[in-house]
């Protein structure tokens, strides 16, 4: 059996050994920590770029659509304002022919559309419906600011709406505008009734014979002027 003997010297060369071996131990653990913490922070930023940039989208996204319904808020009121000016201007004109149209008598001087109106705004009916609210020459205004048409009386409560086209004398194609036309522009553009029934109605001083049957088959309510009282007929009236 063999048997070193220890001296002073080699016991240190074995501590200090033990003490490299020891330092480059703890150097790797330190380095595998270092990299471990790196490649943390690494796909931490990466994380949060990724969420950075998810939020900058959606952020992005919604002041695009913020913005366009503002946009289309500012369209809606000018289209609105445009209207009240018409309307304005509208009831300016009125009132300009009613003081010229004084001292004539009913019957005879007055517009078909004004006696029409003036009564549909006294009574506040039209085929048997209350309506609260009833306006004259209502005009359709288009998203450039154009006239399409106006509505010579509107009629509103709070699921139906009537539209009555007055004419001095009615023939067969102002039910056809009537019907084709204005009632058409009026769902286009009044959007705000898109869930109220449509109900309409013509009336005139006189009325071509093809013009009355074919706006009864329609299922248009008519109305006649007579003297001072308004007829009429609206037993076969629908709802469009």
Sequence with gaps: MYTEKLTPESV?????????RVDAFIIAQEQRAIE?????EKRAAEQKATHEKHLAELK?????RAAENDRRAA???????????????????NAELRKHMKGTSYSNGMLAEEAVFEVLNKSKTFAKI?????????????????????LDVLMINGNTVSIVETKYRVDKDDVVELLDTKLALFRQYF???????????????SFEKNAEDFATKKGIGIIKIVGEQLEYNTDNIIEY
Excluded: C, W
């Design 75 to 93: 369209e809606n009121e000018q289209r609105r304002a445009e209207t009240d000016r018409q309307i304005e201007e509208n009831k300016k004109n």
């Design 60 to 64: 992005a996204e919604n002041d695009r």
């Design 191 to 205: 959007t705000d009734y898109k869930n109220h029934k449509v109900i309409l109605g013509i009336g005139g001083m």
């Design 12 to 20: 240190l060369q074995a501590i200090l050994e033990i003490g490299k």
């Design 36 to 40: 471990q913490r790196a490649a943390e």
């Design 130 to 150: 209350t309506f609260p609210l009833i306006r004259q020459n209502v005009p359709i205004v288009s998203a450039d600011h154009q006239t399409l048409t106006d």
